[in-house]
């Protein structure tokens, strides 16, 4: 079994796809140009350690099988067992897909865009759900910790049918549009002081593998990472910034650092930008995508569509500078001005120093053409780990 895949990675099973974007009832990937243009398509569904027994004649919204998927595991779980779920919903990424019958609901949202989007949204709460109450039927609620996060801010361009008002940006930006994303922690191991309340201070997607780890009582530590001399991994225990009912702002993380674009292992400074938070304070470097502002209903049919190509906001000379405690939406950049000098000075040295010590992997080039060939031979027609794959090694 190949060693990339979860089930090599701490995972009992695993059933989703190993790419992005595919179609939510076919299940098939546009990543294999080469094979689509002669009529042949690789559908991109797995579970564990070999394509999914899915009917690709019945076409069944791929979220559907995922909860039912989920129910199962829950409901025939040993209950006297430690259990972690991990749930990355396919929903709402494009293409905007969803059961007319989630559509119907919100009829009354001129933009199709918008209103499918909505609707897709409405299928992930009812999800969500139907995963809350499978796990008060099994007995597993009053002992469970729920944590739900974006990866990333709503493609707010043509096609993406999001908005992420009254924030600046969208996916693909490192505006707070693109970065500043929706999250909650739910469950009755919450304590009861903590529900409904809400937490302000700063907090990564990569303190959540730490935190788990915390709760679950075992070693963050990466003993092969280290072996390797790689750093320790970036995550912050946040366990007790959650649970505390006293601790709404002083998170333990004061310092987020804001990737680039990395493409085919060299790092892109043009399209996205780069910098660092420290505290109230964000420091920006490069060209960074779709500097916009959505009204409260977008898109719409009088608005503009955002595009693509559109140009960027240049902060490739002394980078942009933003208070986003005060400032949020990004409206002031106080890079030029002369009562900053120092704070600007102080973000380009910490941002310096983040860059210095920036692991950039060798990701090697892609081989589509071979991954596409070993699906449609080997797996049956489903995507699947191609590097050793009988004859195709």
């Not at 690709?56 to 129910?71: A, D, G, K, P, S």
């Not at 959650?242 to 650092?257: K, M």
């Not at 470097?285 to 779709?290: D, K, P, R």
């Amino acid at each position: 079994i190949p060693e990339q895949i979860p089930v090599n990675k701490g995972f009992n099973t695993s059933y989703g796809f190993f790419h992005h974007g595919g179609d939510y009832y076919t299940y098939k990937t546009s990543h294999c140009p080469n094979l689509n243009i002669t009529g042949k398509q690789i559908r991109d569904f797995w579970d564990t350690d070999q394509p999914a027994n899915v009917n690709i004649n019945e076409e069944t919204y791929v979220e559907i099988l995922y909860r039912e998927r989920m129910e199962d595991i829950i409901h025939n779980h040993d209950s006297s067992q430690p259990l972690f779920l991990y749930y990355s919903p396919h929903l709402v990424h494009t293409p905007l897909q969803v059961p007319e019958e989630y559509v119907n609901q919100f009829l009354f949202i001129e933009d199709e865009e918008r209103r499918i989007y909505a609707a897709m949204t409405k299928l992930l709460d009812v999800n969500i759900g139907a995963v809350e109450l499978a796990l008060k039927t099994a007995g597993l609620w009053d002992n469970t910790l729920m944590v739900m996060a974006s990866d990333n801010g709503g493609p707010i361009y043509a096609g993406g049918g999001a908005n992420n008002y009254p924030l600046r940006g969208g996916k693909r930006s490192n505006f707070q549009g693109g970065i500043r994303v929706n999250a909650f922690a739910s469950g009755g191991y919450l304590p009861e002081e903590v529900r409904g309340t809400k937490k302000t201070g700063l907090m990564a997607l990569c303190d959540l593998y730490t935190t788990f780890c915390s709760l679950a009582n075992v070693p963050s530590f990466d003993t092969r990472a280290y072996q390797a001399g790689l750093p320790p991994v970036d995550g912050l225990d946040m366990s007790g910034y959650l649970l505390d009912p006293s601790s709404s702002t002083d998170s333990p993380r004061h310092e987020v650092y804001i990737g680039q674009h990395i493409k085919d292992g060299v790092n892109q400074t043009t399209g996205i930008g780069s910098g660092i938070i420290f505290d109230q304070w964000k420091y920006i470097q490069g060209e960074v995508l779709y500097p916009v502002w959505t009204g409260p209903r977008f898109p719409n049919l009088t608005g503009e569509p955002v595009l693509p190509n559109m140009p960027g906001h240049d902060c490739t000379q002394i980078g942009c500078l933003f208070n986003i405690q005060h400032d949020p939406e990004e409206y002031h950049d106080l890079a030029s001005l002369p009562g900053f000098v120092n704070i600007l000075y102080e973000m380009q040295e910490k941002w310096n120093d983040m860059m210095s010590t920036m692991y950039l992997p060798d990701r090697g080039t892609a081989d589509t053409d071979r991954a596409c060939n070993v699906g449609l031979h080997y797996y049956g027609g489903f995507y699947g780990p191609f590097r050793e794959s009988g004859g195709f090694r």
